[in-house]
């Protein structure tokens, strides 16, 4: 059993719930801290506010009054700040005091009240004239020969600054010296003449102080501040728990306090089977029931939620079959709230322009609004040679005569060679101008080739001007291989090595990349001719035909050259996979065309690196000297052994 805060009422609630008592709603009725009136507010928890019942107070003089709230009266009169002005008890003088409680003091100017001169420092006796003395208060006080020497208002604690007059009534004259103030924050220090102290009113700096207030939030932006607590004046703002209404207290740190706002009416679910009774604090959620979701639905399948206070029910999941969006099969086991389904495969619906088909995934809607929106290639056959149109869809409109860029096969005559090429052909003289285009960008990227240290070839943009007799000259290894086969044929030589590369280990090279590859990461070069070699032997040792392939792991650009390069040695294609960092290199070797080379670049790398000792030095008689002698003059002037013949050369014939 509980009351609530101000008493009126009493409740029976559970223990767990004493922290939730709320108020009861009627005016609280309590004492307040003046002890003379009571708390006109609802029945709230904590202390009542201060009393703010107005009071009419007046000053100590009597000529002002002033209302003041009660809470905030500190007694039964207050100062107006007025000079007094009240008759002193000589009857000739008035009070010069600031408004004042209680009786004015004697007047200073009694005979009694005076025993020395103005400045102090002479009793009165000794300069009043003998036989002379003051009997009231309006006979002059006579002054001593000596300096004032009075503290004057501008002196310091640690400088006194004294009056130099001679001893005089009334006020000192004004200092006529200067002295250092000391800004109200004690930061920094300015000196002035003393006669401006007083009317500067204190010398403020123009230092910022940006202390953190008492909330922790905000800075002190004050110039020369002088506050010790910084406390923040601002409001706190911050949204309350409830989410509905924001804290209006100062700003503070820490978490807020909680709503004091509360609902006097019930609190049900949405179905209505559970209740909270009030009062309930603003904020609270409605009470959670366990019964099925009583709501219309969109669909007829069976409800699988319970009641909920959220505006929308969750989506079904039930579990159908619906149509693909372009209608191309009927997809299963399809949750019921997801209306657009897509098979995944391209739509293929036909386009306004009665040439093409949608390539999009499947979708809903129209596939496109007008046939001048279709930019697919044109398939139609050009009329100079057999390849598609490739333009940018015009329907309606004749094929524009542009250079052909498929790519087609050129060969050198003896059928070593073969490139791609753009056929560009055309039936204007746009076909020149393209093909002019394109033999300097062919001549530039040869010699970007040729400035990185590889040897190029530029037979293939210098043969020929047109288009329709363009074909690769052969080059020196063509030459060798025709000497080759000729030399073979010749001396009857079975299966010959026609490939002047692979003739001997003494005259076989690698590129230069290949050889830098080689020289700093010999290791890396090892493992790709293990490989590679491992794959050539198993392709030429198996009896059927089918072609073996090895797929090495994704490595960085640099690395997989080096696979395509090498590769070619060992008469194997290469192939790359994926995009990066994933992409590799898939080697395929066919038994037609593989093969070891005769020095393997690892073999040369070492050799380079362990040269073999120098040969002896052949030391000959004197008399094997001179018969070679003789038999070197006899070879100059032709007398000698005849010239060995040239089997490489093309006019040999047996």
């Known amino acids: 059993t509980r009351s609530c805060p101000c008493g009126a009422k009493v409740y029976h609630i559970r223990c767990s719930k004493v922290s939730e008592l709320a108020s009861c709603g009627a005016v609280c009725r309590r004492k307040l801290v003046c002890g003379r009136h009571y708390c006109g507010e609802k029945c709230h928890s904590g202390p009542c506010p201060s009393c703010s019942v107005l009071l009419s107070q007046s000053c100590h003089c009597g000529r002002s009054s002033r209302e003041e709230r009660c809470g905030e009266v500190t007694g039964t009169a207050f100062s107006c700040g ?28 009694l005979p009694c009240n005076v025993i020395t001169c103005p400045c102090g420092a002479t009793p009165i006796s000794e300069v009043l004239p003998e036989g002379v003395s003051r009997t009231s208060c309006l006979d002059p006080v006579p002054t001593c020969s000596k300096t004032c020497g009075r503290r004057l208002l501008c002196s310091t604690p640690d400088i006194a600054h004294l009056c130099p007059a001679p001893c005089h009534e009334g006020e000192c004259p004004p200092c006529d010296k200067s002295t250092s103030v000391r800004c109200q924050c004690g930061r920094a220090s300015v000196r002035v003449a003393c006669v401006e102290v007083e009317g500067m009113g204190g010398y403020r700096c123009q230092h910022v102080c940006n202390k953190k207030k008492s909330c922790g939030r905000h800075r002190c932006n004050v110039r020369c501040c002088t506050d010790s607590e910084h406390s923040c004046d601002l409001k ?10 924001y804290c209006q207290e100062r700003c503070h740190s820490g978490y807020c306090s909680q709503c004091w706002e509360y609902s006097y009416e019930e609190l049900m679910c949405h179905c209505g089977a559970e209740v909270k009774y009030p009062p309930i604090p603003c904020g609270t959620r409605p009470p959670t029931c366990s019964r099925v979701c009583a709501r219309m639905h969109p669909c007829q399948h069976p409800v699988n939620h319970t009641c909920h206070s959220d505006e929308e029910c969750p989506p079904c999941t039930f579990l159908t079959e619906k149509m693909c969006m372009g209608g191309h099969e009927l997809r299963r086991n399809i949750p019921c709230h997801i209306a657009d389904v897509s098979c995944g495969s391209a739509c293929s619906k036909p386009l306004p322009c009665e040439m093409h088909k949608c390539q999009r995934v499947c979708h809903r809607g129209v596939c496109l609004e007008r046939a001048g929106d279709c930019r697919q290639p044109c398939t139609a056959a050009r009329k100079f040679c057999t390849h598609a149109c490739a333009s940018p869809c015009h329907v309606g409109e004749p094929c524009p005569d542009t250079p052909c860029r498929a790519l087609v096969s050129l060969g050198c005559p003896c059928g070593r060679r073969s490139e791609k090429v753009p056929c560009l052909a055309s039936g204007s003289g746009a076909m020149h101008q393209a093909f002019q285009k394109l033999l300097s960008k062919d001549l530039g990227a040869k010699i970007r080739e040729l400035q990185s240290g590889q040897s190029v070839t530029i037979s293939s943009i210098t043969t020929s001007s047109n288009v329709g007799e363009r074909y690769l000259e052969c080059d020196e290894v063509c030459a060798q291989e025709a000497r080759n086969r000729r030399l073979a044929t010749a001396l009857e030589i079975d299966n010959p090595v026609i490939n002047p590369l692979a003739s001997s280990e003494g005259h076989y090279s690698y590129s230069p990349f290949l050889m830098q590859e080689a020289r700093s990461d010999l290791q890396f070069v090892a493992s790709v001719d293990e490989a590679l070699k491992s794959l050539v032997e198993a392709t030429l040792k198996s009896s059927s035909a089918p072609p073996r392939s090895h797929s090495f792991r994704p490595m960085k650009s640099n690395h997989r050259r080096v696979i395509h390069e090498l590769a070619a040695h060992y008469g194997c294609d290469t192939i790359s996979y994926d995009s990066e960092p994933q992409r590799n290199v898939v080697v395929t070797a066919i038994k037609s065309r593989a093969r070891l080379p005769p020095l393997s670049l690892t073999k040369l790398v070492e050799r ?18 001179r018969d070679a002698t003789r038999l070197g003059d006899l070879t100059a002037t032709g007398r000698g052994l005849e010239k060995a013949p040239d089997y490489f050369a093309d006019d040999f014939s047996v």
């Open 236 to 245: 706190c703002g911050k949204r309350l728990q409830c989410g509905l209404h």
């Open 608 to 625: 380079e690196r362990y040269k073999p000792p120098p040969a002896p030095v052949n030391v000959m008689a004197v008399s094997e000297k």
């Open 82 to 109: 007025h000079t007094c002005e009240r008759e002193l008890d000589c009857g000739n003088h008035l009070c010069e005091r600031p408004c004042h409680e209680g009786t004015c003091l004697s007047c200073p100017l």
